[in-house]
C-alpha cells in the first residue's frame, strides 16, 4: 500500500478530494494533513466582514470531504520536511511517511517585512487567526465605534477588506496604505480610479505612493516619516512563501515559492507536487484563488497519473484571471484584462460563483 500526503486544504486539494471521492485510488492510503477542520474560502471572507454571510457560509468542512475521498484527516500543520526520509514533519511532534507528497498550503504573510508587525498588526494569514482578531475587532467597536483602523496593502485584498470594513463599521476612522500611487495596482486604470472616488465616498483615507516602515500599539509610521495613527492595523500585503520548502531542499523561485514543472511536479523532487499560490509554476501567473482552483483539476489527473506510472499531462493556466472585489455594499468591481466594468450585477455575478465554489465542496 503506498501512501499519498496532501498538505493543506487550499484551494487545489478541494478539487483533489472530490476527484477521489468520485474514483479512489487503488492501493493508496490518503492522508490530509491541516492545521484547521475547515477551509475558509477568502473569495467570501470580505462578505463575511461586511454581514452578508454567517462565517460557516464562507468554509469548505473538511472532515465530511476527507471522509467521501476515504483519506483519514490529520489535524496539525508542517513545520518541515525530510525529504531523504519522505517523511513530513508536523507541530504535534508526529512524523508523516510519504510515497507521494502533494502540498497546497497557501502563501504567508511577510511579517518580518514591517518592524513591529508580529506584535502590533493582524496579518492576513493565517486566515483563521485572522478571524479570531477581527472578531476582537468587532468587540471593541462595540465600545468605541470611532475607534482607528489601518489597513495595510493595496491590492485587491486590502481594498475589498477596508470596503467590508466599512460596511460593518459606519463610524470607524479607517486608513488605507498602498505603495503605488492609486490603489489596485496592476488592474486597469479605470478600475483604479474608480476605487480612489469609492474610498473618498466611504471616508477611508487613501495614504497612496507610501510604504509602511513600522507599526507599534499607536499606528504605523510610513516610508516618508509620517504616522496614520491606529488602534487596530490589519497587514494584506502581498503573498509571500513559508521557509520549510526552501530549507528542506526542494527548488525554490527567489521568494521561496516552489518550482514545479507544467505537470505540477516539483523541479527537484519527482515525488512531490505543489499547486496554489505555493508553486511557482514554469509559466508563472499572479497569486490568486482563480489560478489555484484551476490547478485543482490537473493535479488530481497527474497525481493519478504519477501513482499508477503512466504518462503526466502539462497544463497550461489560462492567461488572465477575473478579478471581482466587492465594494461592502452588494456592489463589486470587475477586471479581465484590460476591461473593468462594475455594479450590483456584478456583486450578483461574483455572489453566484461564490456560493457555487462552496455548495460543490459541501455534502
Ligand atoms: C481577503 C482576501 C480576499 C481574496 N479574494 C480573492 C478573490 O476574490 N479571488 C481570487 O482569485 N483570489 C482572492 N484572494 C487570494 C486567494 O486567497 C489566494 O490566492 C488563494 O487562497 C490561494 O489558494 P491556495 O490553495 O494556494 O491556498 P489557501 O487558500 O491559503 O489554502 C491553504 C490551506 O493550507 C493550510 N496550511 C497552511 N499552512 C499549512 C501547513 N504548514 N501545513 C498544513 N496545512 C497548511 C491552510 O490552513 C489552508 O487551509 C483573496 C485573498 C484575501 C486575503
Excluded at 503605488?180 to 465616498?201: C, I, K, V
Excluded at 504518462?311 to 478579478?323: D, F, M, N, V
Amino acid at each position: 500500500m503506498k501512501r499519498l500526503v496532501l498538505l493543506g486544504g487550499g484551494h487545489a486539494h478541494v478539487y483533489v478530494l472530490d476527484a477521489l471521492a468520485r474514483q479512489p485510488l487503488a492501493d493508496t492510503e490518503v492522508v490530509l494533513v491541516s492545521p484547521s477542520p475547515r477551509q475558509i474560502y477568502s473569495g467570501m471572507l470580505p462578505g463575511w466582514i461586511a454581514g452578508h454571510y454567517p462565517l460557516d457560509a464562507c468554509a469548505i468542512a473538511l472532515p465530511p470531504l476527507a471522509a467521501r475521498a476515504g483519506a483519514t484527516l490529520r489535524q496539525t500543520r508542517a513545520t518541515a520536511l525530510d525529504l531523504a526520509a519522505r517523511e513530513v514533519l508536523c507541530a504535534d511532534g508526529a512524523r508523516i511517511g510519504f510515497d507521494w507528497l502533494s502540498i497546497d498550503t497557501g502563501p504567508v504573510t511577510a511579517r518580518h517585512r514591517i518592524a513591529g508587525a508580529d506584535a502590533h498588526a493582524l496579518a492576513v494569514r493565517p486566515i483563521e487567526s485572522f478571524v479570531e482578531g477581527i472578531e476582537r475587532l468587532f468587540a471593541d467597536i462595540i465600545h468605541d465605534p470611532a475607534l482607528t483602523v489601518a489597513i495595510v496593502g493595496g491590492g485587491a485584498a486590502g481594498v475589498e477588506l477596508s470596503f467590508a470594513l466599512r460596511q460593518r463599521c459606519p463610524d470607524a476612522r479607517l486608513s488605507l496604505i498602498g505603495s503605488a500611487a492609486l490603489p489596485l495596482d496592476g488592474l486597469p486604470r479605470r478600475l483604479q480610479h474608480r476605487a480612489n472616488t469609492l474610498l473618498t465616498e466611504r471616508r477611508i483615507t487613501w495614504h497612496g505612493g507610501r510604504r509602511a516602515q513600522s507599526v507599534d500599539a499607536t499606528g504605523v509610521v510610513l516610508d516618508n516619516g509620517s504616522r496614520v495613527a491606529a488602534r487596530h492595523v490589519l497587514q494584506v500585503t502581498g503573498a509571500a512563501a513559508p521557509r520549510w520548502p526552501a530549507a528542506a531542499g526542494l527548488a525554490c523561485d527567489d521568494g521561496g515559492f516552489i518550482r514545479v514543472d507544467a505537470s505540477l511536479r516539483s523541479t527537484s523532487h519527482p515525488v512531490v507536487f505543489a499547486a496554489g499560490d505555493i508553486a511557482c509554476y514554469s509559466d508563472p501567473r499572479p497569486k490568486s484563488g482563480v489560478f489555484a482552483v484551476r490547478a485543482g483539476p490537473p493535479l488530481a489527473a497527474n497525481l493519478r497519473a504519477a501513482i499508477g506510472g503512466e504518462t503526466l499531462t502539462p497544463w497550461r493556466p489560462q492567461r488572465r484571471a477575473l478579478y471581482l472585489i466587492s465594494t461592502g455594499d452588494r456592489h463589486a468591481l470587475a477586471a479581465w484584462g484590460p476591461l473593468a466594468w462594475w455594479g450590483d450585477w456584478v456583486w450578483r455575478w461574483k455572489d453566484r460563483i461564490d456560493w457555487r465554489f462552496i455548495a460543490r465542496f459541501s455534502a
